[in-house]
């Protein structure tokens, strides 16, 4: 299968390996395995990378500073600082795709549950998107022409849902209907569909991506393979998913089924699925510019 517009081997991603609570370190390596690259080997816990639009910086989560912090860095991983400079707790950085932005989840006002939040890369200006004191907001992601926003949220009876927003904070909209307990919002590359991540809705157990159409409303299964699914990215031409799971590596003296982190990639319509060859336990994907 054909990844994007060029060979596989020019293409990278970013992740972390690691429990995130304790000791997660930050990597970048090619897609097919070669390159592996440590980034960040300071104390306490390094996630959840995401790449600014022009591949130049990586937005990351840390907490070398007791709680969670944003820190930025530079793609080699010099230049490290920390952005948000919080007492909070700030989680899943997103750049905005000018790159002036960078939109996370927090609760920066000392409330019990997460509100989003923007902050200006250059001036520093903090812009609250949310102010709901009994729901929780969090994973949120970027329209590809920035001008909304899609984010999952924690309803009071425990339900996940998906709700889109303008950059701004206004035009709060509910997607997901009667399907329930979803999450990892991500926008298509031509701004017309939202895939996520369901849990249990199909088939009981299993997660599968679907896509949402804006326009329609239509509700589509993208995946089929049964993979367990964390999250995911859609590479920048749109063509191809790629997703994290695990892969079986054997059985212990008990019998018990032994599991790796792994991560595959398909193409955008759920077919031509592959194992690729990186093997080491990886999460928080984010593939680069």
Known sequence: MMIGCSRIEE???????GTVMIDAQIYVVDLNGQNLTQLTDSRGSNSAPTWSPDGSQIAFVSTR?????????????SGQYN???????DRNPTWSPDGKWILFESRVNDTEYRDLYRKNVETGELVQLTDTPELAEFHPAWSTDGSQIAFSVLNKDAALDIYIMDKDGGNVERITGEIRNVDYPIWGRSGDKIYFVTFGWFEVGKREIV???????????????GQP???FVITPDGSNILF????EIGQNEDGIRLTRGAIFVMNIDGTGLELLPIYI???G?????
């Open 211 to 225: 896509a949402y159409d804006l326009e329609t409303g239509e509700l589509s299964q993208i995946s089929f393979d």
């Open 65 to 77: 500073d007791t709680n969670f912090e944003i820190y930025i860095m530079n793609a080699d991983g």
């Open 281 to 283: 336990s990886a999460s």
């Open 229 to 231: 699914k964390g999250e």
């Open 11 to 17: 293409q990278q991603i970013a992740f972390h390996t």
């Open 83 to 89: 952005f948000t400079e919080s007492r909070a707790h």
């Open 244 to 247: 994290e799971s695990s892969v």
């Open 285 to 289: 994907v984010a593939w680069r510019p």
